[in-house]
């Protein structure tokens, strides 16, 4: 468990017009050049970025010992200027990287960008505190960026406390008590005035093993995390038995209707609409959710919302066996291009300036602010400061916090929740994914990339997609389901995992 906080927000905000820091002297730089301003790009997931003068980037800069000249690109047009930015002459010292995409590993894998693997380990805060997911966030095994950390444990079931209660039904453990209580939401009037109600809530969900509804209930079945490692081997996790058996039963539940009737189409950013709204009453997700969920009915009723909303985390199936199901614990790095930084001096000065940021001071300047101005602390947690000048520091922090990687381990400042309902429903989440973790199915081939997955990836995927969605939909029977499967395999994917294993193979040598 790496916090309380929910680290750094991956949503995309709307692309603004923004006077944008510009970037001098980039290019591929003299090795014997000193570093004296450090030049960072980065996304801007708000609509204005900060002051080079504000109050946050001075201290930042106090910090670090050094002026910083920062690039703030819109985050919808940000992967465009990367690409960009990498076949100029001005390109920063420091280049966030919001994913493992495959321009960036084909870009370090062929000597763009600094391999670290061998260096980090002399700068205390950029050394991984979880292995795993250092290993997960390498390419091929190497590591070409200093990873930014997000919670390995998100997973959880939001579930209306008041149904549950209305019924005397007690919280789900294990994916038999989800059935049941997703039954008893359809059938037995848990609101209790005769409205028609669902069970589960699940929205239109593109893409696989990417933390969705799906792959949480397959996981709970016994389902691998994308790839399954068996006798020194990788095979895809669909092409498991348990891939069938958890699609059965999730169609099961669909076809009683236990499940929304539109999960096929329902819009994403929808999906807390019929919670809250009284027409279903589970949602299988994260624990954020649960707690936006929380602050509806507070915003609705901010005397009588405490008994609304409850969560648990993974389910345990029905031999009583927990699999849980980690995010990467990852989202994109902080990578450093060799034509800005060429020379190993060079890049001690850039790595001990982000190493001091990774810092616990470092952290609470990127995360939280300036303790004083923008919030105070309580305890071990953060009150915000209600003032003109508070709200300017806390709107850069937002900004701020996309440059820091915490890969050391979270060190800033959680929240204080609002009220006591919410604070408790924070302890629990807390608990149940602190416990989960024990049990978290990582993903065994999470650090390797196949140049085959890389070029047809996208399509071999969507397979998988349309044909789970077809035999959930009762488009296609069981049988149906496991050609479209051995489609994949004739179409690409054998070679994928042949690839993978070499790579895997290679890897643990």
């Known amino acids: 468990m790496f916090s309380r906080r929910t680290l750094l927000s991956g949503a995309a905000a709307g692309a603004a017009t923004l006077g944008l820091a510009a970037c001098g002297g980039g290019g591929s730089a003299d090795a014997d050049t000193e570093i004296t301003t450090l030049r960072i790009m980065a996304p801007l997931l708000s609509d204005t970025a900060p002051d080079p003068e504000g109050q946050l980037q001075k201290a930042i800069e106090e910090l670090i010992g050094m002026p910083l000249e920062i690039t703030w690109v819109p985050n919808s047009s940000y992967g465009d200027r990367v690409t960009v930015t990498m076949a100029s002459d001005n390109i920063p010292h420091v280049m966030v990287q919001t994913g493992k995409s495959a321009e960036f590993a084909q870009t370090a894998e062929a000597g763009g960008y600094w391999d670290l693997t061998d260096i980090l380990p002399e700068y205390p805060h950029l050394t991984p505190e979880n292995e795993e997911v250092a290993h997960g966030a390498s390419i091929n095994g190497r590591t070409y960026g200093i990873f930014r950390l997000r919670d390995a444990m998100r997973a959880a079931i939001s579930l209306r406390k008041d149904w549950l209660d209305n019924l005397g039904l007690a919280e789900p453990e294990t994916t038999d008590d989800l059935m049941e209580i997703a039954r008893a939401f359809s059938e037995d009037d848990p609101a209790g005035d005769g409205s028609s109600t669902t069970g589960l809530i699940i929205p239109a969900w593109s893409g696989y093993g990417n933390n969705g509804p799906y792959d949480l209930w397959e996981t709970w079945h016994g389902t691998a995390n994308v790839w399954k490692e068996e006798g020194g081997s990788l095979s895809p996790a669909f092409l498991a038995p348990e891939f069938i058996e958890a699609n059965r039963a999730m169609r099961e539940m669909i076809e009683a209707g236990h499940v929304n009737a539109d999960f096929a189409t329902m819009d994403g950013a929808d999906w807390n ?114 003032s003109e000048e508070a709200s300017l520091v806390q709107s850069d922090v937002e900004a701020f916090s996309q440059i820091g990687s915490q890969s050391n381990g979270y060190m800033g400042l959680d929240s204080k929740p609002e009220g006591e309902p919410e604070a408790a429903l924070d302890e629990k989440r807390v608990d149940f994914h602190e416990a989960d973790m024990d049990s978290a199915v990582f993903n065994p081939g999470a650090a390797y990339m196949s140049e085959s997955y890389l070029q047809n990836g996208a399509i071999l995927d969507q397979i998988v997609v349309d044909a789970r969605l077809k035999y959930l939909a009762g488009q296609i029977d069981e049988a149906g389901l496991e050609a479209e499967l051995e489609r994949w395999t004739s179409s690409g994917g054998q070679q994928v995992v042949d690839e993978m294993n070499e790579l895997y193979q290679q890897g643990s040598n």
Do not use: C, H
């Open 273 to 386: 609409e019929p919670f809250f709204n009284g027409q279903g009453g589970i949602i299988a997700d994260v624990s954020s959710r649960g707690m936006q969920l929380s602050g509806l009915f507070k915003d609705a009723d901010p005397e009588d919302y405490g008994d609304k909303v409850t969560m648990v985390g993974n389910l345990t199936n029905p031999d009583g066996t927990l699999w849980a199901l980690p995010t990467p614990g990852y989202s994109g790095y902080l990578s450093i291009p060799r034509a800005a930084v060429p020379g190993d001096e060079q890049l001690a000065t850039v790595l001990t300036a982000l190493d001091k940021l990774s810092s616990e001071e470092g952290q609470r300047l990127l995360n939280n602010g300036i303790e004083g101005v923008n919030y105070e602390v309580e305890g071990e947690q953060s009150l915000p400061i209600e």
